[in-house]
């Protein structure tokens, strides 16, 4: 298995909704990274987990939670989001400073209304 | 801090004309990547440079790495309309944070 698995692709939510974006690979990867990419613009960094514990938050606001439930999974928890939020979340996996590079999931495109 | 410039922003060629990207680092890399993003899909890894001056080529894909591992290019030869896309650099600092930081992209459109 080469993938990462983001689900759902699409969501609309609303400003008061919790919502959760999953992601999920089976490389045996012990790092993990949300991205947040805007259209035309390049993806930007939200958080890093290294070996399933938090070592990069990149002055997220508290309304995006991450969580690493285990090596495998990493999760996007969403309260309380602005119209302003509205991107395309892109979860990817890598080995601990790898040469091979980042395996970026599909993604999940969330609209806020 | 760590700033990734990219140039040009848009390219436009006709099918088997060449292309080259460029990026620049405000400081030195430890080492860059290269991603390609089809339109309305996600970033796909091409490849890593580490060492000063490296060369790498993927077929039509070649890629170089500057002596002072602060820049970078990418140059197709021969352009195809599967080339079609937006090609990010990515650098990685020398600290130990191990950032990945994108390059605002450069978007190839091919006319066959």
């Known amino acids: 298995d080469t993938e990462v698995t983001q689900t759902p692709k699409h969501l609309v939510m609303g400003m008061t909704n919790k919502k959760s974006l999953k992601c999920e690979q089976h490389?045996?990867?012990?790092?993990m990274y949300w991205y947040k990419q805007k259209a035309k613009k390049p993806p930007e960094l939200m958080f890093v987990y290294s070996y399933e514990k938090l070592s990069i938050n990149e002055s997220v606001p508290s309304r995006f939670s991450p969580e690493c439930p285990n090596s495998s999974l990493l999760n996007l928890h969403l309260h309380a989001l602005q119209p302003e939020d509205s991107a395309l979340y892109l979860c990817a996996s890598s080995q601990y400073r790898s040469p091979i590079g980042y395996t970026f999931g599909s993604g999940t495109r969330l609209t806020v209304v | 801090g760590q700033q990734v410039m990219q140039i040009p922003q848009y390219q436009h060629v006709q099918e088997g004309e060449d292309f080259t990207t460029y990026c620049n680092s405000s400081t030195t890399l430890s080492n860059i990547q290269w991603y390609k993003q089809r339109p309305g899909g996600h970033p796909v890894f091409l490849i890593q440079?580490?060492?000063?001056?490296e060369v790498k080529k993927q077929k039509r894909l070649t890629f170089q790495f500057g002596e002072a591992k602060k820049n970078s290019s990418l140059h197709i030869t021969a352009t195809q309309t599967t080339d079609v896309g937006t090609y990010f650099c990515a650098g990685r600092g020398s600290s130990n944070t191990g950032k990945l930081i994108f390059g605002q992209g450069t978007t190839l459109q091919v006319k066959p």
């Open positions: 490389m045996g990867h012990r790092a």
């Open positions: 440079l580490v060492k000063s001056g």
